[in-house]
Structures are given as C-alpha cells and as structure tokens.
C-alpha cells in the first residue's frame, strides 16, 4: 500500500518539492491513515513539509475523542498541528447551527468544513491540502452526485481542483479502498475505536455506501469502475459542463461561480 500511494503521488505529481502539505485531520482512520503514509514516505521528497489541521466543528459526544485522537498522533510523530474551530470562524458550533435542521446536517458540514481547512491551510501557509478520501468515498461521491443528478459537481471533483483562494486539493488514497485501509492501520498498530458522528444517520452517504458495499462484494471492481468512469466523463467534457466562470464572492472574496460562494449563501439563507 505504502508503494502504491508513493507511485500515485510520483506519477500524478501530487507532492512535488518544497511543498508544505497541510493533512485535513480528523483523527478518524482515513486521515489517520494518510498522515501515518505520509510521515513514512517523507524522507524519499526533497524539502517537503508536513502539518496537520484539525477541524473542530463542535458536534458534542464526538469530536472531543477524535481531536484527542489527533492530537496524540502528531504528537507521536513531531508534527506541526493546528485546529481550527467552527466558532472561532463562524461565531457557533455546528450542533448550534444545526437546531432545526438536522436532517441537512452533513450537506451544510461538508460546506462549512471545507471553508474551515482552506482557512486553516492558508494559515499554515500550506501550498497543497490532503485529503484521506479513500476509494469507496470517491465511487460513492460518484453514485450520490448522479442519484442528485448534479453532473457539474461530479466533474468538479474529479478534477481534484483547488478550493477556496486555491490551495490544490490532492487525495492521495484516492485508489486505496477502505478495508485496505483498515489492514494498514492494524498492522501499525494504529486502529482506534472512535464514536461516530451522530448525524451520520441522516447522511445519504450511508445508503449509498451500504449499496456500493453489496455490489462490491458481488461484483468486485464496481467501485474502481465507477471512479475511472467518472475521470473519462471528465476527459470529455472539455469544460462544456464547468462553463461557467469563476467570479469573487460579494461577501468574503472567495472564488464562486454565482454570486456568494456556498458559506455566505447558507449564512444569509438560515439568518433571514
Ligand atoms: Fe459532518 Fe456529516 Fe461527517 Fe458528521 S457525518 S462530521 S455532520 S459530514
Ligand atoms: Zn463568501
């Protein structure tokens, strides 16, 4: 696995010199996972940083074992490590934000978390942000982005584009599929019993991924299929889909395709 993920980062250039590569790291066993390869495969790259950065959304019964979790494993390993907190950048946590509306809980997360590491990453004047995305994320990404019918995020992710004021993404794990994952981390002796976010029940996610499970198990290399053949769409689609062009924020400044980007819209939308 170890030899995988380096020819990934070698082949698509992921990781090139004098980067400083901020880990989105929850504590969780993808991102867990990702610093610990990482952290083995850094002295093979010239002048490359490591920092992790942590975001704290304030989910209460969750994130406080998964932040401690974080904060031992950088510890162990002598890296850099910020956290960043809902709100200390939004003014409220995330259950705060959430009272009445729990049902789109990881929809406005996923918004918010984003915003949290590009902020975070900018701080640690990091020039590349990872992700622990592993294959089954991304061949259910793939799955939920066509059951919702929304071809142009299924094509913006398959570019692993930058977000926010663009800092690249990369997704190292991206061909790592989550049972190899978790072989690795036993093997490191790192596997951790952590609570689960109590919103997962609400998450589509988790239908998608109890489907893509059967099939996989039926049909081995469904989920690979599905995400090579969401990079040939993407290959073909020349910007046909991703027209439109890229505008600043009224509000904050980020880059968005509208008019605000996703964070000032769920602001002004919940504070009517
Ligand atoms: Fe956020 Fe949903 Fe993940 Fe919980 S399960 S951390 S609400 S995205
Ligand atoms: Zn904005």
Request: proline share 4%; charged share 25%; hydrophobic share 35%.
């Given at each position: 696995?170890e ?7 070698k082949?698509?250039q ?6 400083r ?8 066993k ?13 002295p ?14 304030g ?5 406080e ?12 390993l ?31 997360c996923?918004?918010?978390r ?5 902020v975070g ?8 942000l ?6 089954d994320?991304?061949?259910?990404s793939?799955?939920?982005?066509v ?12 570019r692993?584009e930058?977000?926010g ?6 997704k190292?794990?991206?061909?790592i ?18 609570p689960?976010c ?34 040939k ?9 991703m ?5 600043s924020?009224r509000?904050?400044g ?19």
């Amino acid at each position: 696995m170890e030899l995988r993920v380096a020819d990934t980062v070698k082949t698509r250039q992921l990781i090139v010199p004098q980067d400083r590569v901020a880990v989105a790291l929850s504590g969780g066993k993808d991102s867990t996972a990702l610093l610990l390869l990482l952290h083995h495969l850094l002295p093979a790259w010239e002048n490359v940083r490591l920092i992790a950065i942590t975001v704290d959304e304030g989910i209460a019964g969750y994130r406080e074992e998964t932040i401690q979790s974080a904060e031992r494993l950088t510890g162990r390993l002598g890296i850099e490590h910020h956290c960043i907190s809902f709100t200390s950048l939004f003014g409220e946590s995330l259950d705060t934000f959430l009272k009445g509306r729990e049902t789109q809980a990881c929809s406005i997360c996923g918004i918010m978390r984003k915003k949290a590491l590009v902020v975070g990453a900018l701080q640690a004047r990091a020039t590349k942000l990872a992700t622990g995305h592993n294959l089954d994320d991304e061949a259910q990404s793939v799955l939920m982005n066509v059951f919702r019918g929304d071809l142009p995020r299924l094509v913006r992710n398959s570019r692993g584009e930058s977000s926010g004021k663009f800092i690249p993404r990369i997704k190292p794990l991206s061909r790592i599929s989550e049972k190899e994952i978790a072989m690795y981390l036993l093997l490191k002796h790192a596997w951790n019993e952590l609570p689960e976010c109590p919103y997962t029940r609400y998450a589509m996610r988790r239908e998608v991924r109890s489907i893509l499970s059967g099939f996989e198990y039926k049909h081995p290399g469904t989920m690979l299929n599905l995400v090579e053949s969401k990079e040939k769409i993407e290959r073909c689609d020349k910007g046909s889909v991703m027209s439109e062009p890229i505008h600043s924020c009224r509000e904050c400044g980020d880059p968005c395709s509208g008019d605000l980007c996703q964070v000032c819209l769920l602001r002004t939308t919940f504070t009517r």
